[in-house]
């Protein structure tokens, strides 16, 4: 059979089209919202109208099998509509109330996970790894997992003093929003790359191989019509290999991640932040990571013994003192810790206040 | 089909509570030769520590140079099935909304020309087709574009626009972020599908200050909702917050950044002059407290992961802009925007790195944009700083 006739330019189907009727009636008139569980929320209209949204983890990466499964539930209970939201976890949306209990009963019953929503641990935004991507310098779906197996009650029930967010980078091109997470992984190289000078010069452009240097440490090599690299000013980011692949930076034995912590994005309280360096290296393990389970573990912890209410993680180490975070959390702190890049002489404690 | 590869160091990825990307892979590899290989091989690479995927090579559907990311195995005689193994990335809905018969669809497709893998969603907010091989690339996209789906954007084109809920199911939201997302998909489809920019260009939209999808940490051009007037304060529902366990004056009052709020134990009273918008209150006090007055959004531009001069979080450009469909305002703006970016910015340089190395005054002259005080944290603090020649009058007061 013929393949049908294509279309170009026509964009994504209208959104109206998959919206349930309840929030075609009250779109952008919904009053308050409440949340009954840590995986259940009810939305109320001004109208009185009521939509129950019921979360559940996913791994993100979903086969069809699964994919159908999470469409028929959804046709069962939900009239068909459910979402995804931006950090992957799987919503129905339920109209009639009636159909609340026995869809979670039907969840419970074929093992989804329920939770998520509130002052806890949500899913983790994260990018494709060694499942589909060239620069990956760990694999960020095993490190999802083992994360969230070990933090599972923090979805499901346990409350923190607010939401942790977390994320998985599996390079420094940070494909996830690693950079203003509560707490974040990214995966990163510890080598200079080695320049293969027979495949530079058909497969690299020069000028955009040296532009993407951050630090200059790419020069051209006139005589090899290739380029060459100063040693001790690369910083092993990585970008020159993604312009010019023959600059292979990938070494299994000194690869592995970094942790940050203290981002967020929303304007709550205090302007959005960016993660900081708590961790420099830890080797890769795979496939259960324990060493960076244990680490993150042991941020996680302290931030929930030692904040306030409604703090995030950032907060409350601002609050603490960078000084007392690593006190209590018991990381050490090294060389790597202190910048040497672009914006150093900012990140100087130029006060004599600070605690012991 | 015949039988799974022996994986033990991924099986150990299929223990402990959370679903696992693991059994995900292994339903598709039982019923596909492409999921069999990419099993097997991240199999091996959890062996050896290390990916065996390729970038590169033009590859994607005619008359399009984005939508298709090229993927090769760098084992391609180990595992053949995915020697090629293509991502192809789908234009989502606005808001993530889906029905059980759209999901059905894409599956039915997607196992007829793909491995079966997807993602929901990937970063930007594509949906994402996890592998497939060259040849199936143009049935695929027949089969969707002539069901009304169409790709998204990859390479230095526009991608994928995205949004957090929006008006759709809360109540915090100061403008339709399903809309304008929606809107300008469409206006710039060819920009979307054809790169042509020194490098991406990502937009992303947020009702309001919360900022559920991230968009200022993680799009060029920022769009967040926001409010001119005073915040309406429901004080009965004040008391039923603090009969409910909540302590106003602790996690209200004092948390609030310009501590322009105040509770005697009976009326929580806010001085609006002062409130910068933050979030905090109504966040926290959803029944009792709601913006009220003029909406509109600030626009943002600027931020993106650390390569090449490190991180950046978008900073203000536009303070407040009505947002009224056909938003015309923003798309003319935003053409404006690329016109500078087209004019000055270098291969794989993003639109906030070109303003930072040419200056803002040189990027406000040109969108024609007055200097605010709300685009700065704090003005300069050197005392040396460019005099354009018309601004040096002789023998002026001034």
């Known amino acids: 059979m013929a393949a049908p006739q294509r279309r170009t330019d026509i964009g994504p189907p209208h959104y109206k089209d998959f919206l349930p009727p309840v929030i075609q009636k009250n779109y952008g008139n919904w009053k308050y919202h409440e949340i009954l569980e840590p995986g259940v929320m009810v939305h109320v209209a001004n109208s009185g109208d009521k939509i129950w949204s019921v979360r559940v983890a996913s791994p993100r990466l979903l086969s069809t099998d699964t994919l159908r499964d999470i469409a028929d539930i959804a046709a069962k209970y939900c009239g068909g509509y459910l979402r995804f939201t931006t950090r992957n976890n799987i919503e129905f949306l339920v109209s009639d109330e009636k159909n609340l209990n026995p869809l979670k009963e039907e969840l419970k019953k074929k093992g989804y996970m329920m939770g998520g929503i509130g002052p806890r641990v949500s899913n983790i935004v994260h990018t494709q790894g060694w499942i589909h991507c060239h620069s990956a310098a760990s694999d960020a779906s095993g490190l999802v997992k083992v994360l969230m197996d070990e933090f599972a009650e923090y979805f499901t029930k346990k409350e923190l003093p607010n939401r942790v967010r977390l994320a998985v980078a599996c390079c420094t091109n940070m494909c996830g929003a690693v950079h203003c997470s509560d707490i974040a992984i990214v995966a990163v190289h510890r080598k200079i790359p080695q320049i293969d000078h027979e495949k530079v010069p058909n497969m690299c452009e020069i000028p955009s191989t040296i532009a993407a240097c951050p630090t200059g440490a790419i020069s051209p090599d006139p005589a090899k019509k290739s380029v060459k690299i100063k040693e001790d000013k690369c910083m092993y980011c990585g970008n020159c290999f993604t312009v010019c692949p023959p600059m292979e930076i990938h070494d299994p034995e000194y690869d592995g991640v970094a942790i940050v912590a203290g981002g967020k994005v929303g304007n709550l309280r205090t302007p959005p932040k960016f993660s900081k360096l708590v961790v420099p290296f830890i080797k890769n393990n795979p496939p259960r990571w324990p060493e960076v389970v244990d680490a993150v573990k042991k941020i996680l912890n302290a931030y929930e013994k030692g904040a306030m209410k409604h703090e995030r993680v950032g907060e409350w180490i601002e609050r603490i003192g960078w000084e007392k975070f690593f006190k209590v959390t018991g990381l050490p702190f090294t060389h790597q810790h202190i910048d040497d890049f672009l914006i150093a002489r900012e990140t100087f404690r130029t006060s004599a206040a600070f605690k012991w | ?398």
């Open chain 2, 1 to 398: 089909m015949s039988e799974l590869p022996k994986t033990p160091l991924l099986d150990e990825l299929e223990k402990g509570p959370w679903p696992s990307f693991v059994t995900e892979i292994k339903k598709a590899a039982k019923k596909n030769l492409m999921a069999k290989d990419e099993l097997a091989q991240l199999e091996k690479s959890y062996t050896d520590k290390r990916g065996y995927w390729k970038h590169g090579g033009i590859v994607g559907v005619r008359g399009y140079g984005a939508g298709v990311i090229g993927r090769y195995s760098s084992l391609p005689d180990q595992f053949p099935n995915v020697a090629n193994f293509h991502t192809v990335r789908i234009n989502s809905i606005a808001g993530f909304f889906y029905t059980s018969d759209a999901i059905k669809m894409m599956c039915d497709i997607w196992d007829k020309y793909g491995s079966g893998l997807t993602n929901f969603h990937g970063s930007t907010g594509d949906i994402i087709l996890l592998g497939t091989n060259t040849e199936n690339l143009e049935p695929l996209f027949a089969e969707f574009s002539s069901r009304g789906w169409d790709l998204g954007g990859s390479g230095s084109a526009m991608r994928t626009p995205s949004c957090c809920v929006g008006p759709a199911r809360c109540e915090w939201s100061n403008i339709d972020t399903l809309d304008i997302t929606y809107s300008i998909t469409q206006e710039f489809q060819d920009e979307l599908h054809r790169p042509a920019f020194p490098y991406k260009f990502k937009f992303k939209t947020a009702g309001c200050a919360v900022d559920c999808i991230a968009s200022i940490a993680r799009a060029d051009c920022s769009i967040i909702g926001t409010w001119k007037g005073n915040i309406a304060i429901d004080q009965d529902a004040v008391k039923w917050y603090e009969k409910n366990g909540m302590n106003i004056q602790e996690e209200i009052v004092n948390r609030c950044p310009t501590k322009c709020m105040s509770y005697d134990g009976k009326t929580l009273k806010i001085n609006d002059e002062d409130c910068s918008r933050c979030m905090h209150c109504i966040a926290k006090m959803t029944k009792a407290l709601k913006p009220t007055g003029e909406r509109g959004a600030t626009i943002l531009i600027g931020s993106k992961a650390p390569f090449v001069i490190g991180a950046t979080l978008s900073w203000v450009i536009i303070p407040f802009m009505k947002m009224e469909p056909p938003y015309t305002e923003l798309k003319e703006f935003t053409r404006k925007v690329w016109e500078y970016w087209d004019e000055y910015g270098k291969n794989r340089e993003r639109i906030g790195e070109l303003i930072i190395r040419r200056g803002m005054r040189d990027f406000l002259e040109y969108v024609g944009i007055q200097p605010d005080p709300r685009m700065v944290k704090e003005p300069r603090r050197d005392p040396f700083y460019f005099w354009k020649e018309e601004e040096l009058v002789p023998n002026s007061k001034l």
